[in-house]
């Protein structure tokens, strides 16, 4: 049955209106009766309801972004499945519709609020990609708009951990093709750099009103993005300052060594533009001067403030005259920071190594807490959330902590990594396959109804455990790796 035409989904939502319509979904405007307040309920397709692909990517999304608690990410607040077999989503109601419909109506924006919006954007990467989240799918219709303008990442579909040994090659291509990486393109593993280069092909559209690659055919579009260099977007549009060109053509990288280092870096340095301050990393050769596009005979600072003319020649000299004596002030502190450390250097080399390699904490018990929570507990310790695994369980609830490395009251170094396994539900019973023969099927018939049940218990138990012995594997070679890292910490020290 249309959602539509039940008029209240699961005895809780009433439908209002059909705001979105995709491929994968619809969403609707409805009212959570039990709460009192509006929500945007996204309701997967009744084609899908049987195909396991789409119900774990419907899954997914619902659990990735529910682990992300920001200002700057579509907020979660329920999901479940209907009697009728309806999968559904309950989320915050974003009523500023997407940024491709400002885009569309508008046409390309002020540099300024092309970098709020992008700034916004990269935050809530952030944070995904501290937790070991890669979107995956950034793109202007997935990031919808408040109705003060600011920017908020939604469908977390596709999204998958960065260090996921179970990504398959068909999944490594999901994604838009208009906005994805190179090596997205080309099926291969992707992190976070490709989320980035995502977001430079956004920025790049809110500045021109246009793709930076474009051609009738998408596949010859992405052969481009393979192959050619990134037009510059001040070509298409000379009101862009070249240090947010500059910024744009760095996320544009083919290599994603080249590209920002994270997405916090790259936040800050378009606050930096916004505010009509030069980026801390503008480009390439980050730091130095660049060549201006708008006359190749000159080269000079990139300086130019958005929303205003970067060219009067005395701005320009103004600016350079603050940043060179913004770096001599800074050259001077340091001058005296780094005498007073090396007269000092002995007392130090005495004291502080030894109160560091002192300094051990007590790991918490994060079994049965949430992901979101697991993490803030260990924070709260001084620990950082490590690799995660997933395995079933019979008796701890979806998404919770079933195991964790190094176990409670272990005393660690602070700043160690917390390796978790969390449960992905009870374990799913075998298919039982057609007998081979009639003379099976009798031999199965005869056998008694609770021999059947027992051996399937026995084989889902078996199962759980192969499961359980193959995350408690991986956990181990994490638990070597931190090691590692702990000793060459310590030696650094």
């Not at 600011?150 to 068909?170: H, L, N, P, W, Y």
């Not at 660049?290 to 403030?305: C, E, K």
């Amino acid at each position: 049955m249309n959602a539509m035409q039940q008029s209240v989904l699961d005895d809780r939502y009433t439908l209002v209106e059909l705001l979105g319509d995709g491929g994968m979904a619809k969403v609707y405007l409805a009212r959570d009766n039990s709460l009192g307040r509006e929500v945007a309920l996204k309701v997967l397709r009744e084609q899908y309801v049987d195909d396991e692909e789409f119900v774990e990517r419907f899954r997914r999304e619902a659990m990735s972004a529910a682990a992300l608690n920001h200002p700057g990410i579509v907020q979660v607040y329920d999901r479940g499945r209907t009697t009728d077999g309806t999968f559904y989503i309950a989320m915050e109601h974003v009523p500023g519709g997407t940024l491709k419909d400002r885009i569309k109506g508008e046409g390309k924006l002020a540099p300024r609020d092309a970098a709020e919006v992008a700034s916004r954007v990269a935050e809530a990467l952030a944070l995904a990609h501290d937790l070991g989240i890669v979107h995956r799918d950034i793109k202007p219709h997935n990031v919808l708009l408040t109705a003060s303008g600011e920017a908020k990442v939604s469908d977390f579909g596709i999204a998958r951990a960065a260090s996921s040994e179970t990504m398959t090659q068909t999944n490594s291509v999901l994604g838009t093709l208009a906005y994805m990486s190179p090596e997205q393109v080309r099926g291969e593993r992707v992190g976070p750099a490709s989320d980035l280069y995502s977001l430079g092909v956004v920025l790049y559209e809110m500045l021109t009103g246009e793709l930076p690659y474009q051609d009738d055919d998408p596949i010859a579009t992405a052969i481009k993005r393979l192959d050619e260099p990134p037009s510059h977007p001040r070509e298409v549009n000379p009101a862009v300052p070249e240090e947010m060109d500059a910024l744009v053509v760095k996320l544009l990288a083919k290599d994603p060594e080249d590209r920002y280092a994270n997405a916090a870096s790259l936040s800050g340095d378009l606050r930096r533009i916004s505010d009509g301050l030069l980026p801390v990393a503008a480009g390439p050769e980050d730091g130095k001067t660049t060549q201006s596009i708008s006359d190749p005979g000159t080269t000079r600072l990139a300086a130019a403030t958005p929303g205003r003319d970067p060219e009067p020649s005395t701005s320009l000299g103004r600016r350079r005259t603050l940043a060179l004596s913004l770096a001599a002030l800074v050259l001077g502190v340091t001058l005296i920071v780094g005498l007073a450390w090396a007269l000092g250097r002995d007392t130090f080399d005495q004291e502080l190594p030894e109160q560091v390699a002192a300094e051990k904490v007590e790991v918490p018990s994060v079994v049965g807490l949430s992901l979101g929570e697991a993490q803030k507990r260990l924070a709260e310790e001084g620990l950082e959330l490590g690799g995660r695994d997933e395995a079933p369980s019979g008796t701890v609830a979806e998404g919770a902590v079933i195991e964790q490395d190094p176990a409670a009251q272990t005393r660690v170094d602070r700043g160690s990594d917390a390796n978790l396994v969390l449960s992905t539900g009870p374990p799913q019973e075998p298919v039982p396959q057609a007998p081979p023969s009639s003379t099976a099927s009798a031999t199965a018939a005869a056998s008694p109804p609770s021999a059947a049940a027992g051996e399937a218990a026995e084989e889902a138990a078996e199962e759980e455990q192969k499961q359980r012995e193959e995350a408690q594997k991986r956990a181990e070679e994490r638990r070597e790796e931190a090691r590692e890292r702990a000793e060459e910490r310590r030696k650094e020290q």
